[in-house]
C-alpha cells in the first residue's frame, strides 16, 4: 500500500556485477547484522508445486528468502516457487495496479482531471492541490512510479465517477480476472478492514496489467516531476522501485508498504527470452523486499531458461518403405524449437509417433509423423518429423523383361539406386507414378542395364525419373542351345503359342 515519506526514499545502490554481494550486505544490516541468518526455508515452501517436505527437491536447492509470503511465477505462468501462495494478506500500494489496469480500459490518457478537495486529504499524499489539473497519463505515473496515494484516489474519482463506484469495479474486475483471495475497500491501499489479496492474485494480476503498452512504459519510469502550483514548487520524485536500474532485466513493476503489509513488491524481470515475476509481502525492511526479490530472481533465472529441445539435424528414427521394408526413410525433427525448461522437473524426453510405412516416392521435408517434447507429465513442444532427405527408389522390383534371345527367359527389373534429384512437390496434390519396361531385351544382358523407368508426376509436371535397371546378367546362349530354341520356337509358331517369354509391369 502506501509509502511513508521517511520510508519511500531509502536509496539502495546496487551496482552491475556486484549486486548479489551488496544485496546480502544489505540485507545483512537490515536484519541485524552480517552474523545474522540472511533467511530462511519452510518445509511448506514449494518448488514445482511440491512441497519441500515431501522431500523430492532438496531443501537445499529452493530459495532461501526471508518473507511472509510469496512467489515465483515462470513465463508461462506456471509457479516455480511458493510460500503461501493462497494466502490472503494485505497488499499495500500494490493496489495501484488494479487501479491504473482500470483507469487504462475506462479513461483516456488526455482527460484532464481536476484535483478535488476529498483527493487532497488523503492520508500520505504527495502534496496535489485542490483546483490544480492533470491529465490521467500523468496521474497514472504519479500513482504507479512514486505511489501517489492522492493521485489513485483522483483517478478513482474520475474513472468511476465516485470512489464507491470505482472500488465496486475494482472487486467486480477482480472476479472477472479468477482473483479468488483479492477484495478491495480502497484504490491507493492504506491499510482497512476487507482490503487483501494473495501472492497469486498479485501476480496474475501484474501479468494482466503487463499486456498493456502504456502500463509497461510508465512502470520502467526512474522519476517524475509534480509541477509546480500555487505555494508549491516543482520537484522530481524518484521512483519506489530500486531494483530499476540496478537489477539485470527489470521491467517494472509495483511497490507498497503500510503498518499491516510491511514491506511489499511485486517485481518482472527478463532475460534471454524468459520473464519471471516474483511476489514478496511482508518482508522486514525497505532494503529487505528488493534483496529478497533479486535472490528470488536470480534464482529463478538460474533453473528456468529457454533450452534448446529440438534441432533438424538430429535423426528421430526410420519410416521404411512400402514397397520394399527393408528399405527405409531416415526422419528429423522438422525445425529447430526452443522451450523454456524448468531445469528441477527432471529430464527432458522425445517421444515420436512415426508413420507405419510411407510410399514413393518421398521428398525431403515430407512429414513423417510427430514428437513430443516433454518433462514428466509436462508436455515442452510438439514437432513434425520429416524425411531428412528426397527417396525416389527403394530398389524394389517393378516387373520382368523378356529375353529375346530365349523362348520363356525373363530379366527382373527393379528402380535403380543411384541418387535421384527430386523437384519440389505440392504435398496436398496426389502424386502419379507410371512404370515402363522395354518391349524385350537381346542377350547379352548385364546387371544395371536400362530396361526401362519409372515416372512420378503431378499434375502433368515431372517430378522425377528413376531409371529401372536389370537385377541379374543373362549370358548369350550357346551354338546347340541356340538350335534348340530355334526348332522349339518354329514350332510354337506353328501351333499358335508364344516365342517369346510376357512382359511383366507390377505397380504400373
Known sequence: ??????????????????????????LGAALGGPSRALADRQGSDTVGG???????????????????????????????????????????????????????EQSDLDDVVTISKATSEVEDATGLLPGETFTVRELLELALVTSSNDAAYALAEHAGTTLPAFIAQ??????????????????????????????????????????SEEFRRIVVMRSVTLPAHGTRKAKTLKSTNELLGTYEGIQGVKTGFTNDAKHSFVASAKRGGVTLTAVVLGA???????????????????????????????????????????KSVTVRYAETTSAPVFDLDGTVTATATLSAEVALPVFKGQRLGEAIIAQGQRELARVAVVAAASTASAEETVGAVPVSDYLDRTVTA???????????????????????????????????????????????????????????????????????????????????????????????
Open 170 to 211: 475494482m472487486n467486480t474486475k477482480a472476479a472477472a480476472l479468477g482473483l479468488t483471495h483479492t477484495h478491495y475497500a480502497n484504490p491507493h491501499g492504506l491499510d482497512a478492514p476487507g482490503h487483501y489479496s494473495s501472492p497469486a492474485d498479485i501476480a496474475s494480476l501484474s501479468r494482466t496489467a503487463m499486456q
Open 414 to 508: 527393379r528402380a535403380s539406386g543411384e541418387p535421384l534429384s527430386v523437384a519440389e512437390f505440392d504435398p496436398k496434390v496426389a502424386v502419379d507414378r507410371r512404370v515402363t519396361l522395354d518391349a524385350k531385351v537381346q542377350a547379352p544382358v548385364a546387371v544395371g542395364r536400362r530396361i526401362g523407368e519409372i515416372v512420378y508426376s503431378q499434375r502433368g509436371k515431372v517430378l522425377v525419373r528413376v531409371p529401372v535397371v536389370a537385377s541379374a546378367a543373362i549370358a548369350e546362349p550357346g551354338f546347340v542351345a541356340k538350335a534348340g530354341i530355334w526348332f522349339a520356337r518354329g514350332w510354337r509358331t506353328l501351333i499358335g503359342q508364344p516365342t517369346i517369354a510376357k512382359r511383366v509391369v507390377l505397380g504400373g
Open 50 to 104: 511440491v512441497p519441500l517436505s515431501v522431500g523430492k527437491i532438496a531443501t537445499t536447492v529452493a530459495p532461501d528468502v526471508r518473507l511472509k509470503a510469496g512467489l515465483l511465477l515462470a513465463t508461462d505462468g506456471r509457479m516455480l516457487w511458493g510460500r503461501n501462495p493462497q494466502t490472503a494478506r494485505p497488499m499495500a500500494s500494490i493496489t495501484k495496479v488494479m487501479t491504473a489496469l482500470l483507469t487504462l
Open 284 to 326: 522486514t525492511t525497505n532494503a529487505a523486499r528488493f534483496a529478497q526479490c533479486a535472490r528470488l530472481l536470480d534464482w529463478g533465472f538460474a533453473h528456468f531458461s529457454l533450452k534448446t529441445v529440438t534441432t533438424t539435424t538430429e535423426t528421430v528414427g526410420t519410416v521404411p518403405l512400402s514397397v520394399n521394408a527393408a
Open 1 to 26: 500500500m502506501s509509502h511513508t515519506r521517511s520510508q519511500r526514499y531509502l536509496p539502495l545502490r546496487l551496482r552491475a556485477g556486484r549486486t548479489a554481494l551488496l544485496l546480502t550486505l544489505v
